[in-house]
């Protein structure tokens, strides 16, 4: 007699999560779509509303979906994952097949104030441009970034377009930095008033709150940039290498 190896089938909720998942990234349901209910997934597959629950539930854990109480449940907009707390936002973006943006809210040659001079390893009278942007991807506002630069290593940076280029990219290009490895630190918080008009979100909502500083090579300063991101749409890996 010969041996059969039998099929083993996957749960019958996984089945139901796949079929969902197969239908977002196809682009049939799209962010904000609203999926079935429980109940019409139960009956749609001849499943009991635990089995419909379950594959609703790794949905939402997984941040492809949503709850709102008493509406139901509805497609996620998607998460820009593993966004490096060193690689620019500019190379994270294109990375993740979304298309780079910002809208400069000031750029301007400052004296900086002793905290930030102390951060960019500033000589006593030495000046800094600020950079404040709203970043976005693909059209949509996902951060804020204010950016101190100090004024030695790019003295024409208020003559670049930085609405589409990546900072790194013009300090490498056109100033000749050789931009090596950064230190950052992120916290959880709630968006302020104007972080929240500036991203599309309601005060309160949470948001990232990063805080990078950049070095060269020789351990040289070539940035210090504070960043509120939305929470919703970013998962953090930090990594000290400078990703090429």
Known sequence: MSA????????LYFRIEQGIL?????????????LASEAELAEQHGVSRITAKRALDDLVQQGLAFRQQGKGTFVARS???EISGFRSFTEDIRARGLVPSSRILLLKEIQPEADIRDRL???????????????FADGDPVAIETAHVPRRICPTLAR????????FEILQTRFGVVISW?????????ATREEALLLGMKAGQPVLSA??????A???VIESVDSVYRGDRFTFYIDRQRIS
Request: zero cysteines.
């Open 182 to 190: 950064a230190d950052s630190e992120i916290e959880a918080r709630v």
């Open 79 to 81: 998460r820009i994952r």
């Open 211 to 216: 805080r990078r500083i950049t070095f060269s």
């Open 22 to 34: 197969k239908r977002i990234q196809s682009g049939e349901l799209k962010p904000g779509d609203q």
């Open 121 to 135: 390893q500033l000589a006593e009278g030495e000046r800094a441009f600020l950079l404040k942007r709203v970043r």
């Open 218 to 220: 020789n351990y040289d």
């Open 160 to 167: 670049e377009d930085l609405t589409k280029g990546s900072l």
């Open 4 to 11: 059969r190896t039998a099929t083993i089938q996957p749960p």
